[in-house]
């Protein structure tokens, strides 16, 4: 391929491929049931002028003068390709193709979901009474500040000074001292409106920020020196990897290999009523391999709850050999007065998984900061607590104080 041909390959390929990438988003947002994604919708990143001053971009970084003046006439091609109308309110067949797949779409997640949750009801009535809009059920149930209770409370600030900086790493401060241009506006905006309404919501985590990293990466610029570009770079691999490590490998990293061993573990859990787990992630059933136990998530409710759900575990009679299982991490100190002497209660360790870090466990409000990290880094581990009922003591005593 001649050097000149460059731009006109790349107008070809360039059509081609920003149809599919907005296909592509569409897809994505359509299959992913979490109500908050729309709120980061950019629009502008596939508007004309955008695409021009990128490809513009592109080929005026990347070819030289000569090839440039060259291939004057095919980029005035390229060119004149953006200046077409692209907006479908020009093109009303569009605009109702576009309405009809997503009518259809719409129907066939409601009809997907609602035979899943209601396997054994009447297909055709439940569509038509009760249907299960995934979405919406995901908007009420994260209304109700009562619900988030069970998953944990965070200051709304939570977002702004701890989830976009772990998620942005070293490319925060280029977002405040980068130049900005026109095109980037739009792309900015909706990434920070998107995080500001999800920041009135109680409950926030960094993974609900997500779709907004695309969007801020995308309006940041490098820094003009190499020699600042090579030491942002080198930071920008370093922050990513350590991240991956620390997110991918321990954080809630316990998980699952717990849920193996107790699926393993079928004469250990022959005389349990229960497995409880607490403050870990959704622990998958189907690693159980078999084995019946009942599994029951508690997610964060607090420690008075815990106690009281233990005790509800065990049958009117006491009975030496039963017992209940829990599960939850090492730095959970709380747990430290139920297996220092319970009146009532009395816990075994089991077994434990060291690579196991809490980071939803920070609390760096009441206990600072260095007390917060080496509570969570210094009691890494999920422990397996086996909890018998002493049959002496009087039933009904709950111990003072919570979590």
Not at 180 to 194: D, E, I, V
Not at 203 to 224: G, K, T
Not at 253 to 277: C, F, H, R, S, Y
Not at 356 to 365: E, I
Request: net charge neutral; glycine share 6%; proline share 7%.
């Amino acid at each position: 391929m001649e050097l000149g041909d460059g731009p006109a390959n790349f107008g070809q390929q360039g059509e081609s491929g920003i149809r599919w990438r907005s296909h592509m988003v569409l897809i994505i947002y359509s299959n992913d049931p979490r109500f908050s994604l729309p709120l980061f919708w950019d629009s502008s990143s596939y508007s004309e002028s955008s695409i021009e001053s990128r490809s513009q971009h592109l080929w005026h970084s990347h070819a030289s003068t000569s090839c440039r003046n060259f291939s004057a006439s095919r980029y005035h091609k390229l060119s004149n390709l953006w200046d077409k109308p692209l907006t479908i309110m020009k093109r009303p067949a569009s605009l109702l193709a576009l309405l009809c797949t997503t009518l259809l779409t719409t129907l066939f997640a409601i009809t997907l979901d609602t035979t899943f949750y209601n396997p054994n009801a009447p297909l055709l009535s439940t569509l038509l009474q009760t249907p299960t809009i995934t979405p919406l059920n995901s908007l009420l149930y994260n209304s109700q500040t009562t619900n988030l209770a069970s998953h944990g409370l965070h200051p709304h600030y939570q977002h702004l000074i701890a989830s976009l900086p772990l998620l942005l790493g070293p490319s925060l401060p280029l977002l405040l001292t980068s130049p900005k241009q026109k095109s980037s506006h739009l792309t900015l905006l909706s990434a920070l409106s998107g995080t500001a309404f999800l920041s009135c919501i109680p409950h926030q985590e960094p993974r609900f920020l997500l779709p907004a990293v695309p969007l801020i990466l995308s309006s940041i610029h490098l820094p003009h020196s190499k020699t600042r570009t090579r030491y942002w770079l080198a930071s920008w691999m370093i922050f990513n990897a350590g991240f991956g490590v620390l997110m991918g490998v321990y954080h809630q990293g316990g998980v699952v290999p717990v849920q193996i061993w107790l699926g393993q573990q079928k004469d250990v859990t022959a005389n349990m009523n229960e497995v409880l787990w607490w403050r870990t992630y959704s622990p998958p059933i189907w690693l159980l391999d078999h084995n019946p136990i009942k599994t029951t998530d508690l997610m964060g409710i607090p420690f008075l709850s815990l106690q009281s759900k233990l005790r509800a575990s065990f049958s009117a009679n006491c009975d030496p050999t039963e017992s209940v299982g829990l599960v939850a991490p090492y730095s959970s100190t709380a747990l430290d007065e139920l297996a220092g002497g319970d009146d009532e209660l009395e816990m075994e360790e089991l077994w434990r998984y060291s690579r196991h870090l809490n980071l939803d466990d920070l609390d760096f409000g009441e206990e600072g900061v260095w007390r917060t990290v080496n509570r969570v880094l210094g009691r890494r581990g999920l422990v397996v607590w086996r909890i018998r009922r002493k049959c002496t003591a009087p039933r009904g005593q709950i111990m003072q104080g919570d979590w």
